[in-house]
């Protein structure tokens, strides 16, 4: 038997083809603007007006996050088309910038050249790690998860990630 989100937030099933659950798609589309817009995951998550699911209707930031980085609301894998591919990659850049350690500004000048050279990471979520991201939830979520199974998957998936860390010169 099929969970309530095995089909991604904003989706439904009509005559065997994904088709758009106009409410669902709506809250959506907010998501992203919302966040855009500067809002933070956990403040978009307590304003969410509609459930996530019958079982689970209170919001949390996590599930937020998975909306902003499920790449099938940009129509991908034969989903219909929710949000644009613009704000689909402008929500992954500030989620980038948000995530993306700096050292702290100095006041030595010193310090100030050593900082013009200095080298900061940024990471951008492949297609391979949504997906291997989206299975660890789906473990998680279930009635009776394989801890085993979920402890490997995130082992890989945190490998897959740091493979991915590029170095950026300031």
């Not at 095995?6 to 099933?13: E, H, K």
């Not at 948000?98 to 951008?124: F, H, L």
């Amino acid at each position: 038997m099929l969970k309530n989100r095995s089909i991604p937030f904003g989706y439904c099933m009509v005559n065997g083809k994904y088709a758009l659950n106009a409410v669902e798609a709506e809250a959506v589309r907010k998501i992203f603007e919302e966040y855009i817009n500067g809002k933070s995951l956990k403040t978009i998550a307590s304003e969410m007006q509609i459930p996530y699911n019958s079982s689970k209707p209170a919001w949390n930031k996590n599930m937020v996050c998975r909306v902003i980085e499920n790449a099938k609301y940009i129509g991908e894998g034969g989903y219909p088309q929710i949000v644009s591919t613009e704000d689909f990659e402008q929500a992954a850049h500030i989620k980038a910038e948000r995530n993306t350690y700096r050292k702290p500004d100095s006041q030595d000048e010193s310090e100030q050249t050593n900082r013009t050279e200095s080298q900061i990471t940024e990471y951008v979520p492949t297609e391979g790690i949504r997906r291997m991201t989206d299975r660890i939830n789906l473990l998680l979520e279930s009635d009776d998860p394989n801890k085993n199974a979920v402890e490997e998957l995130i082992i890989e998936l945190a490998q897959e990630k740091y493979s991915t860390i590029s170095e950026v010169r300031l």
